[in-house]
């Protein structure tokens, strides 16, 4: 698994790198000190997984994030900062986030948080989630015939996992389907929502109460 560290401090990259380094599975490919070098960086490397910082100087983490969403979707990126701030935690989830993390988190939950994003989980820091989850509560939710009207009874099925952080694996063996009939499900998913990834859809969901 192939991970590029974005932080401006040296000292927290190079911590997180011989973090990471202790895990066999893991290989940390680069180290960026800005947006902009991460995007470089992702560019030339490829990586599976960005953690990443948010306030930088040059190129922020969430402009950072916004782009390399864009242009490497298949790129996962998780957030790992101090700011548990409303607006931060907000734009980087719109931004493309698959997870957000706070850096005084344990080591064994920054890895636990890496291997769920890069299985395809959602993954938000307990100390920000309850504000993440008031702020889909406060929106007026939408009837689940707005969804009906859209996705067949079986893609349905798969948004309901989908918002419950089930990697694709997972809701296979909860729906007895192969792994590659809940990939196609997942691809029309996010099409006939115009969405891009998976969090965006688990958010649909929960607006209309999946």
């Not at 040296?10 to 995007?39: N, S």
């Not at 419950?164 to 006939?192: C, D, M, P, W, Y």
């Amino acid at each position: 698994m192939k991970i590029l560290l974005c932080d401006d401090q040296a000292v927290i990259r190079d911590g997180l790198e011989m973090l990471l380094t202790l895990e066999k599975d893991f290989q940390v490919v680069g180290l960026a000190q800005d947006g902009a070098e991460a995007l470089e960086l992702a560019a030339q490397k490829q990586p599976d997984l960005i953690l990443m910082d948010l306030k930088m100087p040059v190129m922020n983490g969430i402009e950072a994030t916004r782009e390399i969403h864009a242009k490497f979707p298949a790129i996962k990126i998780l957030v790992l900062t101090t700011y548990d701030d409303d607006e931060w935690l907000f734009d980087a989830i719109r931004a493309g986030a698959c997870g957000y993390l706070l850096k005084d988190a344990s080591r064994q939950k920054i890895i636990e948080a890496i291997r769920g994003t890069l299985a395809g989980k959602a993954f938000v820091d307990p100390a920000v989630a309850g504000k993440l989850l008031n702020q889909i509560a406060s929106k007026q939710t939408q009837p689940v015939s707005v969804l009906t009207g859209k996705l067949t009874g079986r893609e349905l099925d798969v948004l309901r996992l989908i918002a419950k952080g089930f990697n694709n694996g997972e809701i296979a063996g909860q729906l007895h389907l192969s792994e590659g009939t809940v990939r196609n499900h997942v691809s029309a998913i996010l099409e006939k929502l115009g969405v891009s990834d998976r969090t965006q859809a688990a958010v649909i969901a929960i607006q209309h109460g999946l």
